[in-house]
């Protein structure tokens, strides 16, 4: 790859900070993006250097998805903004059942910020994107006065497509349907409080920030009849059934015992005063599928290294009222209710 | 989880289930007060109620300190922050509840006042030693567990020698409000609140011992538990109320005898004593003025006092007329016979007392669902 222009100094990635310059469409903005940007996502479509990616795409639907990331703090246990960034919307492509194929990123940096912070962040989202099998086919960078950021904040867009004979939909679930959730609750959600200011508290537990689309693939080729999926981030577990019961116009049963929680997490949310359901996850999916297909779809998952801790947590009821509700370890039922607000502070 | 779920053991539960079915007499009904908010919050979280018979009836009492502090109190820690731009560093739960114009300390923070959230009162005084150019004002709440943790930081204010840091003062006194709820003209003239025995908190009596309850026992012949907070803990409160009341004993006995003595922890409750004196009364939400229901520091502190430090006035505020917090924290009403509940009272907009914190009688019917059960019984029976 060449560079456009030859610059009189190379970017001080040790030292240097992010100046209004780097955003002003100018010449140090132009070394920003050939030094940093176009070094770590190398690829045929950002090396045109047009405003837009054009390409093609293989025979399906395509899906589309956007997520913007302003995470405190930017470097945390098991991940960092940059990974955060390419896996929340490969995740939500995915979901669809969709592979996902390219991405856009957008950044909104802060006067000030250091330089090789965003080096890291911006490699780690060239690792990620690689294992995920996306490029980072466009992008955008502004600059923010010091004060009016907070360091880095990411845009990122995802396409990909989607098999015709692939239906994946909120509103598809069916009573009777089993749910299956492929991973261990609260591990990213506890991993970034356990960094919070005033709260730093020692621990071992990692962020589960990954992308799934390649589980998400061995699921739809096995089980093609699943009738739903999500990724249960902000807002937890709890938030995810609610929004599946509304749409659908079911009612959710589910079972504590049945439901995986790392013990240091179930210990963190146990002095912290926290409910693990209500916890973020970032590398973890919930799927809807018909009784019959379930046990097929949970061995899948378990063969799958992301989803070797895969359980079948719950079922789906027929309910007018949309109701979810859990039978507590204790034997037990209760509610199972939206949360009225964030349990914790800006964590996705 | 180790120390954890043995005692969340299902099938232990319902082996102390299966007993207080047994022993709990069908010709009689048991009203058994917990009072403190925790206990309200693990009885639904568990769903304790499904394994009680109906003649079991837990009433939830006034023991959520968020939900008991006025909002003349709420509205001097806004003030604080924002008439006299101090750092008021407040515990998380209290951050959403509304004051007066339904104004809360996050409404503050986004207006510009300088309000941060501590995890305890120790992050209060190193936010006094990081900013040594500005006043920190810790905004003490809590029954007698959080007390000597505020006590230790007043003294240790004065042991560094800081002039930015004080405390504002609201905590509160939980045998005071047992005698209140006990001694309500509003209970006792109506003749609403049949209490059978009480379930007492066991965290406030790792400090304060069981004796302070004994009076209870004695002179008001009700029973009393000192209960952990596990559901298996609760349970068997329960158990050991029921086995009172069928034997006509009124006793304080102790459940949670891995951690309360009779006499409670000495060295916490002599830095208290050094450090506060009981206030003659005091506003309780929900409660009106109890006498001599709460502390205030001693004059020897009076520097490390905010209510002496600025100038603060009280003005009273009233409540919503149609709340009924206050018959509920007496017990006498529950959360349903509200007609707020749910619709103008939400944990999102909470307008009483018992909806602001999760500790609340109508929050914890709310976050669990307890009111739409009803529902549920109806809907099926249709």
């Known amino acids: 790859m060449t560079k456009r222009t030859e610059y009189s100094h190379a970017l001080d990635l040790q030292n240097g900070r992010v100046e209004m310059a780097h955003g002003s469409g100018g010449k140090a903005m132009a070394q920003l993006i050939d030094e940093l940007f176009l070094q770590a996502f190398s690829n045929p479509w950002l090396e ?50 969709a592979q996902p194929k390219y991405l856009s990123a957008g950044f909104i940096l802060e006067e000030g910020f250091p330089l090789a912070d965003l ?55 069916q009573p009777g349907d089993k749910v299956l959730l492929s991973g261990t609750l609260g591990d990213h959600g506890v991993a970034i409080m356990s960094l919070r200011e005033g709260l730093t508290f020692e621990t071992t537990v990692e962020s589960d920030s990954q992308s799934l689309h390649d589980l998400v693939a061995a699921m739809v080729a096995a089980v093609p009849q699943i009738n739903c999926m999500r990724d249960p981030t902000r807002g937890g577990l709890a938030a995810t059934l609610n929004e599946i019961a509304q749409s659908s116009g079911v009612g959710i049963s589910i079972y504590e015992a049945s439901i995986p929680v790392k013990a240091q997490v179930s210990a963190a949310c146990e002095f912290l005063g926290l409910d693990p359901l209500y916890v973020a996850n970032e590398g973890k999916l919930v799927a809807f599928c018909p009784a019959d297909k379930a046990e097929q779809l949970l061995a899948v998952m378990q063969q799958h290294p992301k989803g070797k801790q895969a359980a079948i947590i719950g079922e789906v009821t027929a309910d007018p009222l949309k109701f979810v509700q859990m039978e507590t370890v204790f034997g037990g039922r209760r509610m199972v209710d939206w949360i009225s607000a964030e349990q914790l502070p800006r964590i996705c | 989880m180790k120390y954890v779920d043995e005692y969340r053991d299902g099938k232990l539960a319902r082996e102390i289930a299966e007993r207080i079915r047994n022993e709990a007499s069908p010709q009689r009904v048991y009203h058994l007060m917990e009072f403190c908010g925790g206990h309200t919050h693990a009885i639904f979280r568990y769903g304790i109620p499904d394994l009680l018979p109906d003649n079991v009836k837990m009433i939830h009492g006034p023991g959520c300190p968020v939900c008991v502090l006025p909002i003349s109190r709420l509205d001097t820690a806004i003030e604080l922050a924002v008439t006299h731009g101090v750092i008021l560093c407040s515990y998380g739960d209290m951050m959403r509840v509304p004051g007066s114009r339904r104004r809360s300390l996050l409404k503050a923070r986004a207006e510009g006042a300088d309000v941060r959230m501590v995890y305890s009162s120790m992050d209060a005084l190193k936010l006094a030693q990081d900013h040594p150019d500005r006043e920190v004002v810790f905004f003490a709440i809590g029954f007698e567990t959080t007390t000597p943790p505020t006590a230790l930081v007043i003294h240790q204010a004065r042991k560094l020698g800081l002039k930015n840091f004080s405390v504002f003062c609201n905590h509160v006194l939980t045998p005071a409000a047992i005698g209140s709820i006990l001694d309500s003209p509003e209970a006792g003239e109506l003749g609403l609140l049949t209490l059978d025995g009480f379930v007492g908190p066991a965290h406030v009596s790792t400090v304060i011992g069981s004796q302070p309850y004994e009076r209870f026992a004695d002179e008001y012949s009700k029973p009393i538990v000192i209960a952990g907070f596990e559901p298996l803990d609760l349970l068997q409160a329960i158990l050991m109320l029921i086995r009172q009341v069928n034997d006509g004993r009124s006793e304080v006995e102790n459940e949670f005898s891995r951690a309360v003595t009779r006499q409670g922890n000495e060295r916490a409750k002599q830095i208290v004593d050094e450090t506060f004196e009981v206030r003659d009364t005091f506003e309780w ?84 669902g307890r009111h739409q059960e009803s529902l549920i019984a109806s809907d099926n029976s249709e």
Do not use: W
């Open chain 1, 48 to 97: 045109q250097m047009n405003d837009q990616a054009c390409f093609n795409l293989p025979p399906g639907r395509v899906v589309m998805a956007t997520d913007s990331h302003v995470i405190s703090p930017l470097f945390f246990p098991g991940g960092d903004i940059g990974a955060l960034s390419v896996h929340g919307t490969v995740n939500d492509v995915a979901m669809s059942g």
């Open chain 1, 119 to 173: 080096q890291r962040i911006v490699q780690s989202m060239a690792a990620a994107a690689e294992e995920a099998g996306v490029a980072i086919v466009t992008g955008d960078t502004k600059v923010v006065e010091r004060g009016k950021g907070d360091g880095c904040f990411i845009n990122t867009t995802g396409i990909g497509v989607l098999p015709d004979q692939l239906n994946l939909s909120g509103n598809r679930v």
């Open chain 2, 285 to 368: 939400r929900g409660l009106g003025f109890v006498p001599l229901s709460a502390l205030q520091i001693r004059p020897e502190f009076a520097d490390q006092d905010a209510e002496k430090r600025f100038p603060v006035e009280y003005r009273s505020s009233a409540e919503n007329s149609a709340c009924e917090c206050g018959p509920i924290l007496h017990g006498v009403k529950s959360p349903r016979d509200c007609t707020l509940f749910g619709r103008a009272c939400t944990p999102e907009n909470p307008l009483g007392p018992c909806m602001v914190s999760s500790e609340g009688a109508c929050a914890a019917y709310y976050s669990y």
